[in-house]
Structures are given as C-alpha cells and as structure tokens.
C-alpha cells in the first residue's frame, strides 16, 4: 500500500511527462492490484471461521462503494483544483489502509487448523 501511496504522489509530480506518467500509472497498476490480496488474505485470518464468506462479500461490497466515491472525489477535486492535486490526492485510501492494518499487526494470528 505504500508503493501505491508514492505512485499518487509520483504521479502528480510527473504529471507532464506523459513516458514518466505511464511507467508510474503501470507500477501504481500493479501495486494496486497486490493490496487487494493483502486485505482478502487478512479478513480471511482474522475473522471468525463460520464468517469469512460473510467477511469477505462485505469487503468486496464495501470495496466497490468506496471505489464509486473514490471517482467522484477525484473528478471533483480535479475539476476544482487541476489534475495534479486529484492524483496526489489519492495517496489518502493507501494511507488509511496502511493505518487500519498497522492495527492488526500485534494481534496474534490463529494457528491453523490440524
């Protein structure tokens, strides 16, 4: 989620640089796509057996609502304060998820099942 973090920051720094913008846009690509393995692999973890499946469904809900707010956040903060500020904005969600797992780590994790 970090590298995802920086992406959004790189990205509006390299804003007007189109080859640099894409070689950033690619790896944030990629970067984006392993946090969502990082949040299903700890609900998974973390959540009482018989409500993973529940667990997991509210996540992926959740996951598009925020998304759906996410694009409008971001076309609203690029129509009112340019491009840059909308890119650069958007290292918040990476963020908060480093902060909401950052509160897992002391929690032990279950022993698996024999």
């Known amino acids: 989620m970090a590298v ?16 640099l913008l894409l070689l950033v846009s690619l790896v944030w690509g990629i970067a984006v796509i392993a946090d969502s393995a990082q949040f299903s ?17 509210l996540q ?10 996410a694009i409008g956040a971001t076309e609203f903060i690029a129509s009112h304060y340019g491009w840059r500020a909308a890119l650069a904005s958007m ?3 990476p963020l908060l998820g480093i902060l909401a797992m950052s509160g897992l780590i002391a929690r032990p994790t279950r022993p698996a099942a024999a």
Not at 41 to 57: H, R
């Open 4 to 19: 995802s973090a920086a992406c959004c920051v790189l990205a509006a720094f390299v804003f007007r640089y189109p080859t």
């Open 41 to 57: 692999a700890i609900i998974s973890e973390v959540s009482d057996k018989s409500y993973v499946g529940t667990a997991l469904t």
């Open 60 to 69: 992926t809900a959740l996951g598009f609502m925020l998304t759906a707010f």
């Open 91 to 93: 290292a918040v969600g």
